[in-house]
């Protein structure tokens, strides 16, 4: 009986370590592009804060041959202008070396749908919120409650519109007209960077850009969006831009950020920030 048992256990051990061995095998197989492919997958979540993840990440898979091809994935309402900017000029240069397609997810707006216009192909669900084309900049005021309290604050400041923005005054009209302007400047970055992407006439991309969502369906209608489709579809799509039968979806490695929630300067809660975000 002891023999027998000792038979059943080495076979059963033999079967398990092949089974890995042909895990591995297979495994290394794909990511050799010996069996079908591999694709980069990038994922943007949630409000975009920062750029520098994302830009390493691109910037890793395009420098990699065996990387073929890049998809993004995107589910996210928008965030800062800045780091939408570089998101989006970094996939502008990635596709110059691989092909790019981009899979929208529930929400792909305003800044959300910044970062998707270099791609070659747009998929998004016929459901997905997107367009939200526009530039918001907000930041709250305290001087009220301040004189409730009986708190001022003195400002000695180099010229007069040094402390645009203070959160422990109202603006005038003087400041709140430079600010538009600003705003109207970023505003029109967007809508260019849509029209040159998309090939649409800038009359049509205005009618639609005054921050309004609009569905999958509805972009897709419009040009805004390339064809309609589910993450699947999407990297079916990446595949056959590339002639991968199989793509082989490599993910980049997950970086714990939480400690930036803890890290992050008190003080930039305060301060004026201009944003590409869906309200």
């Known amino acids: 009986m002891k023999k027998i048992h000792i038979i059943i256990v080495c076979v059963v051990g033999g079967a398990i370590i092949l089974g890995l061995l042909i895990g591995f095998a297979v495994k290394a197989m794909k990511q050799s592009g010996m069996y079908g492919g591999q694709v980069g997958v ?10 520098k993840f994302v830009v390493e990440n691109i910037k890793t898979f395009s420098g990699d041959p065996s990387i073929k091809a890049i998809l993004v994935r995107v589910d996210s309402p928008g965030g800062g202008v800045a780091a939408s900017q570089e998101i989006y000029e970094e996939l502008r240069r990635a596709k110059e070396t691989k092909k790019v397609v981009v899979s929208m997810g529930a929400v792909a707006a305003s800044g ?8 070659d192909v747009i998929v998004a669900n016929p459901g997905t919120i997107t367009g939200s084309i526009g530039v ?3 930041f709250p005021v305290f001087e009220r409650l301040l004189e ?8 000695v400041k180099s010229r007069d519109h040094k402390d645009i ?10 400041e709140r007209a430079l600010l538009k302007n600003v705003i109207m400047d ?13 090939g649409l006439p800038r009359d049509s991309v205005l009618k639609y850009a005054d921050g309004r969502i609009i569905t999958g ?3 897709f209608e419009l040009g805004f969006i390339d064809t309609l489709g589910t993450f699947s ?12 039968e199989d793509p082989y979806l490599v993910y980049p490695p997950r970086r714990l950020s939480i400690i930036d929630y803890f890290t992050e300067p008190v003080e930039k809660l305060f301060t004026p920030t201009i944003q590409f975000l869906w309200r």
């Not at 910044?114 to 791609?119: E, G, N």
């Not at 309290?149 to 003195?154: A, K, L, R, T, V």
């Not at 970023?186 to 998309?198: E, G, H, L, S």
């Open 42 to 51: 990038i994922e943007i979540y949630n409000v975009i804060t920062t750029s």
């Open 112 to 119: 959300g749908y910044y970062v998707a216009l270099p791609a």
């Open 136 to 138: 918001i900049m907000e």
């Open 148 to 155: 409730k309290i009986g708190i001022e604050f003195e400002v």
């Open 165 to 174: 923005g203070s959160p422990f005054r109202r603006l005038d009209n003087e």
């Open 186 to 198: 970023v505003y029109d970055q967007f809508v260019t960077a849509t029209v040159d992407a998309r």
């Open 217 to 219: 369906r509805q972009a």
């Open 233 to 244: 579809d999407a990297v079916d799509i990446t595949g056959d831009l590339v002639g991968i």
